[in-house]
């Protein structure tokens, strides 16, 4: 067995959200093969681990994927299926890279379940021991490392008005709404930086009506995308100030998240990338990942790191390079023992983030 052996038998169960038991003892089995104790949590993420004791390093990867089914194949030194990216892949080069983990301290790998949707595989693991530093399993590239991911605020925001004759003078809720979400485009306009990563963004990405009701009513659902150095709380008070008065609901919250280069987890990542040849790129992404959450709760050391090209994220074009999955298995095995080597120092990290 080798990692495309591991990678093929990972995707090989389809595992959107919801339905990820079979593909979780897949984990198990491939994780006991390897020599890793495992076992599956009472959340149903997977969980494996080698060595024991400090320090614990924590590889939290997740194991559903979104809806889709795809034939997994194995073409011209490719594995496609659903999921080999996003993210499979990072699970596999972690297993393969962590086989010989030895410590000192423990190496822990959660296959975490729901990433997609409501991240509920992280959330448990929140209630449970700290880890010491935790590398989350997200493609950035063999060669890259993710340091920085945007939060998130979702929005609904309702309109309702007394219904008129459509050749009235005043507006309808509709007419509201559309007013409504250009003076957020306003507000956004006003946010702009030098780079997208550090600038706030907002799409639209629902609207109903409901015309010809007493009163009538529109409803428009927004995604807010915040950079470092505004909290959620932020971004929605901005919004807040907008003309139009709707009744504002949020539908979710993720804080923004950022580590500095000189992050433990980030040096030993991009220390290793060297090792094999390669020349590191430090990733800032406008999507989300269970980074955002983990981060801010546990303060510790951290970054996003694995194979593949996140431009292939959800497609039907997903596939991963046999020759990636090997040297993120390499760069992984290296970023670990310096982590784990006798007197590291494994401390809180300056974090750049939102407020809770």
């Given at each position: 067995m080798d990692e495309a052996d591991?990678?093929?038998?990972?995707?090989?169960?389809?595992?959107?959200?919801?339905?990820?038991?079979?593909?979780?003892?897949?984990?198990?089995?491939?994780?006991?093969?390897?020599?890793?104790?495992?076992?599956?949590?009472?959340?149903?993420?997977?969980?494996?681990?080698?060595?024991?004791?400090?320090?614990?390093?924590?590889?939290?990867?997740?194991?559903?994927?979104?809806?889709?089914?795809?034939?997994?194949?194995?073409?011209?030194?490719?594995?496609?299926?659903?999921?080999?990216?996003?993210?499979?892949?990072?699970?596999?080069?972690?297993?393969?890279?962590?086989?010989?983990?030895?410590?000192?301290?423990?190496?822990?790998?959660?296959?975490?379940?729901?990433?997609?949707?409501?991240?509920?595989?992280?959330?448990?693991?929140?209630?449970?021991?700290?880890?010491?530093?935790?590398?989350?399993?997200?493609?950035?590239?063999?060669?890259?490392?993710?340091?920085?991911?945007?939060?998130?605020?979702?929005?609904?925001?309702?309109?309702?008005?007394?219904?008129?004759?459509?050749?009235?003078?005043?507006?309808?809720?509709?007419?509201r709404a559309v007013d409504w979400i250009d003076a957020i485009r306003a507000v956004v306009a006003a946010r702009q930086a030098e780079s997208p990563f550090r600038s706030l963004s907002a799409k639209a990405i629902g609207f109903e009506s409901r015309p010809g009701q007493d009163p009538e009513s529109a409803l428009v659902t927004v995604d807010v995308r915040i950079p470092p150095g505004l909290s959620t709380r932020d971004a929605e008070s901005l919004l807040s100030q907008a003309p139009g008065q709707p009744s504002l609901r949020v539908l979710s919250r993720v804080e923004p998240v950022e580590v500095p280069r000189t992050d433990p987890v980030v040096m030993a990542l991009t220390t290793a990338v060297r090792g094999e040849r390669g020349v590191p790129t430090l990733w800032r992404k406008s999507g989300t990942s269970d980074l955002n959450l983990v981060l801010p709760v546990w303060r510790v050391p951290g970054a996003a790191y694995g194979p593949g090209d996140a431009r292939l994220d959800h497609t039907d074009r997903e596939s991963l390079s046999l020759a990636e999955l090997r040297k993120a298995a390499a760069v992984l095995r290296a970023a670990l023992h310096a982590l784990a080597r006798p007197g590291i120092e494994v401390a809180t990290p300056r974090l750049s983030a939102g407020g809770p």
């Open positions: 591991v990678l093929e038998r990972l995707v090989a169960p389809y595992s959107p959200s919801g339905a990820e038991g079979p593909a979780v003892s897949v984990f198990v089995s491939l994780a006991r093969s390897l020599g890793y104790r495992a076992r599956v949590d009472r959340v149903g993420n997977g969980v494996a681990e080698r060595g024991r004791g400090r320090p614990e390093l924590l590889f939290l990867g997740h194991i559903d994927t979104v809806e889709g089914e795809r034939a997994v194949r194995r073409v011209r030194g490719r594995i496609h299926g659903r999921g080999v990216v996003d993210a499979k892949g990072a699970i596999a080069a972690a297993l393969w890279g962590g086989r010989a983990f030895v410590g000192p301290g423990t190496f822990r790998i959660v296959a975490a379940v729901g990433e997609e949707t409501d991240s509920r595989g992280a959330h448990h693991l929140l209630s449970g021991r700290r880890p010491d530093a935790v590398i989350v399993g997200e493609p950035s590239g063999w060669q890259g490392v993710t340091i920085g991911y945007k939060g998130e605020l979702r929005l609904e925001a309702t309109f309702r008005g007394r219904r008129t004759h459509y050749a009235s003078p005043f507006p309808t809720a509709a007419d």
